[in-house]
């Protein structure tokens, strides 16, 4: 039960520490890829110092690479789409930190439980040899059901640890394909600018 107790403390504090880092660096605002696209020449015309201005305001994935899209937009394409691919695997690497944590306390745990409650049951069975002549069956059985708790709490462990680490990994999922998004439609906007630089056309 001790490496058990240690592993279910270890999870909740990556579980917590994940929720924060999620709120910090894993937020999308859903207006802020409209706006964007607008300052740069979707709808009002092209005032990129103040989309640029937005995306930095903003935090998250997606107001990063906007933000380094408007940035090199005078580069071809193939250099904006490495850059950002820098940029936004920053945060990736920081949204999936600890995950591996999860990832193995669910397999682990269930192990870990079932050889406290083996332990627990040989214990019980030694304990048979002692008690039956004193006709004393109780104390067996008292051995037998705190034998399960191991079993109990290894699986309550991996349960909440997989539902975790799953969360977490589909916010990264969904995050990238937000951001993919949201590049993809500012690349195709930047496209349309008048005046950008024959340079940045020469990748596609």
Do not use: H, K
């Not at 917590?16 to 605002?29: D, N, P, T, Y």
């Amino acid at each position: 039960m001790w490496p058990l107790l240690a592993l279910s403390v270890l999870c909740a504090t990556v579980i917590v520490e994940r929720m924060l880092a999620f709120r910090q660096w894993g937020c999308a605002q859903a207006q802020l890829l409209p706006q964007v696209l607008a300052l740069c020449g979707e709808g009002r015309g092209e005032d990129f110092e103040a989309a640029l201005r937005l995306c930095r305001q903003s935090s998250g994935p997606v107001a990063a690479c906007l933000g380094t899209v408007i940035e090199r937009r005078e580069a071809s394409t193939a250099q904006i789409e490495r850059r950002v691919e820098e940029v936004g695997a920053g945060f990736w690497l920081r949204l999936e930190r600890g995950l591996s944590v999860l990832d193995t306390a669910t397999t682990i745990s269930p192990l870990l439980g079932l050889l406290g409650t083996i332990l627990g049951m040989i214990g019980a069975f030694n304990a048979i040899g002692a008690q039956s002549s004193r006709n004393n069956p109780d104390t067996v059985l008292s051995g037998v059901g705190e034998a399960l708790y191991a079993t109990a709490m290894g699986i309550t462990i991996a349960v909440v640890s997989f539902v975790a680490y799953n969360a977490f990994a589909a916010r990264i999922r969904q995050l990238t394909g937000e951001t993919e998004l949201a590049v993809t439609r500012l690349l195709n906007v930047l496209d349309e600018v008048p005046g950008r630089s024959p340079s940045s056309q020469e990748a596609r």
